[in-house]
């Protein structure tokens, strides 16, 4: 019989409705139910697409007699991390607080005012590796709370004060500058892996906000350094078993530091910022290979993740059925020399040698993830795409990865921005209608009659959980890049609608620091905070970001005080931890540029209008923000009092309150906005 989350629209609590566990979903009621029968409370997180989630849920979750003790000796809450990144955030920062790392599952158990005073990550079933097994943590935690309540309490009740108490170390509340960036270049440059690219070593995460900063510091200060170590990190990964050679994307992470084996599942969020660095690493080299991946990419995003209602999906599963009932890490994925030999004939030496498919495998039991390896020897474009598509159509023959079909409102801001670009650089409008799809469906079902944002949504239906700073601020991104392409008003005015809640919602009035959550959202024993970049951008520099866009687009000057102020923690971060804040590094070099304002006027059908739009867009000044639209228009603010020059269509530079003659001669705006190697 199904348990209370066959009621949730989250994929993740979904796949646990039928356990034998009696499973709450994270809310009041399941406090008081704690209270009432004078039980702790087991706080299990974690995601759809997590392999040890699934794993854990297998071993223990779906064990009756598991179920039996649990449902016996504790209220157990079931929370899904994408939906609840509050909720993870105060809890994993307890872990890790308490062990020294942290991941998923996150597994935690507090006591009914919701202190936590016991934690881990995967428990096994039975004991290894070091590991309790789950059933003797369980016996151990119910024995602590019937036997040494006092105890428990004690500790919870300090763990709870310490997190209180992390206050965070601010700066000055100052925008860093020339000092600090070329301090953050020093440090990015010694931890930077210059034989296989990238940062650290094992497990390597795709550094996409890193490169941003490193793209941008380049065009400001003509750094070579900072632009080889983007372009060698982007084609190293491109050319690794982390990037699907067959269908385009990228998956999470790699196990290894050469990015040849990845954790297979594919997540929206690094496809959107990785699409959009890649567009980028082209704008700035001319790079071919730059090039097919922004757009392999897009179009994996559009093909595999755009849902009916024209939203994005959060995220293909990493384990799919391997085609004998049994679900397999990367099954989907991975070949044999003999699946080559079966699907490609006498073309398999020559496929193998090109994807490095070797006898003993790259993966597990012979298998390789497919690469493109450095060859000597030159290969026929032609027939390597037929192989290709022979090698993709097999493929589509195979069980799929399962979708996480839920829409989560940051992480399609971050798809809206990538796809509205990659369409306007290389001239495919159908991925900037896809952007526009999907930002409409934020506008229609997310945001609420006071331009308040819904976390998440799934088949049309919005989910109950209040959006954080991130998602308004990766909506705002997006809606400001789609204003740049399309010069469309109306994406500016909501983008301000967003940017005015994070002024008034999520802003330190005092300090200028910002938290992760409303001010009036549901309170937790901690409010978050956390300026650091994860996965995906942070709160804090994501919204700095868009401030300091939204203020070049319209002179708002709160919003550009609040970048600055903002800005202050990249100050302190910056030199000390670059890998970690490279969104908000990306900010400040476009804080210091100005950034650029560039309006272009002239009818929207005139090739010469389209041919200066076009420029603007491809300059790498960093941030640059775009406008476009007819010179007696009031659509978007920076084209106010800009006539056409001698009739024709025209383009205004300006830059700290300066601008520059307007000029309707291409080459001199190419130069104006750093034109970059791209054609």
């Known amino acids: 019989m199904p348990n209370r989350l066959a009621h949730e629209t989250s994929p993740y609590l979904l796949q646990h409705a039928d356990n034998p566990v009696d499973w709450w979903p994270w809310s ?66 307890a872990v890790q607080a308490a062990t020294g790392q942290g991941g998923w599952p996150m597994t935690v158990f507090l006591t009914p005012d919701a202190e936590p005073f016991y934690f881990g990550t995967y428990f096994p079933p039975t004991p290894r590796h070091g590991m309790p097994a789950f059933r003797q943590v369980l016996e151990g935690v119910h024995s602590a709370w019937a036997d040494r309540r006092g105890e428990v309490a004690e500790v919870a009740g300090k763990i709870a004060r310490d997190l209180a108490e992390r206050e965070l170390s601010y700066g000055d509340a100052q925008a860093p500058g020339e000092e600090e960036l070329a301090q953050a270049l020093l440090g990015l440059t010694r931890e930077y892996d210059a034989q296989h690219g990238g940062f650290g070593g094992a497990p390597k995460f795709p550094p996409s906000m890193v490169m941003e900063f490193l793209l941008r510091h380049h065009a400001r200060t003509g750094s070579e350094g900072a632009l080889q170590m983007a372009a060698d990190t982007g084609e190293r990964m491109a050319r690794g078993g982390i990037y699907d050679q067959l269908g385009g994307g990228f998956a999470r992470y790699s ?57 994005f999906a959060s995220a293909l599963d990493a384990d799919s059925d391997d085609g004998n009932g049994k679900h397999v890490e990367g099954a989907y994925y991975v070949w044999t020399p003999e699946q080559f030999r079966e699907v490609l004939g006498e073309d398999a030496g020559l496929a193998a040698d090109y994807f490095g498919v070797t006898e003993e495998g790259t993966f597990e039991e012979g298998a390789s993830v497919l690469q493109l390896p450095q060859h000597e020897g030159v290969f026929d474009a032609e027939k390597i795409a037929s192989l290709r598509q022979r090698l993709l159509a097999a493929r589509a023959q195979r069980p799929a990865p399962g979708r996480d079909d839920k829409v989560v409102a940051a992480w399609n801001g971050l798809a809206v921005a990538a796809l509205a670009e990659t369409g306007a650089y290389f001239g495919r409008p159908d991925l900037v209608e896809a952007a526009i799809g999907a930002a409409d469906l934020l506008v229609r079902l997310h945001m609420d009659d006071r331009a308040r944002l819904a976390r998440t949504s799934k088949d049309g239906q919005v989910g109950a959980n209040a959006g954080v700073l991130e998602d308004y601020a990766d909506v705002a991104e997006g809606f400001l890049a789609l204003a740049g392409v399309t010069g469309e008003g109306v994406w500016l005015e909501f983008a301000g609608f967003l940017l005015d809640h994070v002024l008034v919602q999520f802003t330190d009035s005092e300090t200028g620091a910002l938290y992760d959550t409303a001010a009036d959202a549901e309170r937790l024993i901690r409010r978050p905070q956390d300026p650091t970049d994860n996965a995906t951008p942070s ?83 960093p941030g640059a923000v775009v406008a476009v639209g007819a010179a007696d228009s009031d659509e978007l603010p920076l084209l106010t009092d800009r006539p056409l020059v001698n009739g024709l269509p025209s383009a205004y530079v300006c830059r700290n309150f300066t601008c520059d003659a307007p000029t309707s001669d291409v080459q001199r705006l190419r130069e104006a906005v750093g034109g970059g190697n791209a054609v």
């Open 255 to 311: 196990v290894d530091r050469e990015w040849v084996v990845p954790h297979f599942e594919k997540m929206l969020y690094d496809n959107a910022l990785l699409c959009r660095v890649y567009a980028h690493l082209w704008r700035s080299t001319g790079s071919e290979l730059a090039r097919r991946v922004a757009l392999e990419t897009a179009d994996f995003m559009v093909r595999e993740l755009r849902t009916d209602e024209g939203g």
């Open 539 to 621: 709160g804090w520099n994501a919204a700095a970001c868009a401030l300091l866009s939204y203020a070049a687009q319209t002179g708002a000057e709160p919003h550009r005080t609040a970048a600055e102020r903002a800005l202050g923690v990249v100050k302190a971060l910056g030199p000390r931890v670059p890998r970690f804040v490279g969104w908000g590094l990306a900010a400040a070099e476009a804080l210091l540029d100005g950034p650029r304002e560039i309006a272009v006027v002239g009818p929207m059908e005139d090739p010469a209008t389209r041919e200066l739009h076009r420029v603007a867009l491809l300059g790498t000044a």
């Open 28 to 93: 009041a009621e399941a406090f008081d139910e704690a209270r009432k029968r004078n039980v702790p409370l087991l706080l299990s997180v974690g995601y759809s697409s997590c392999h040890w989630c699934h794993v854990m849920a297998h071993e223990s979750f779906e064990d009756e007699a598991t179920a039996a003790y649990l449902n016996t000796h504790f209220v157990n809450v079931k929370v899904d991390r994408e939906e609840r990144p509050d909720v993870d955030a105060v809890y994993m920062e």
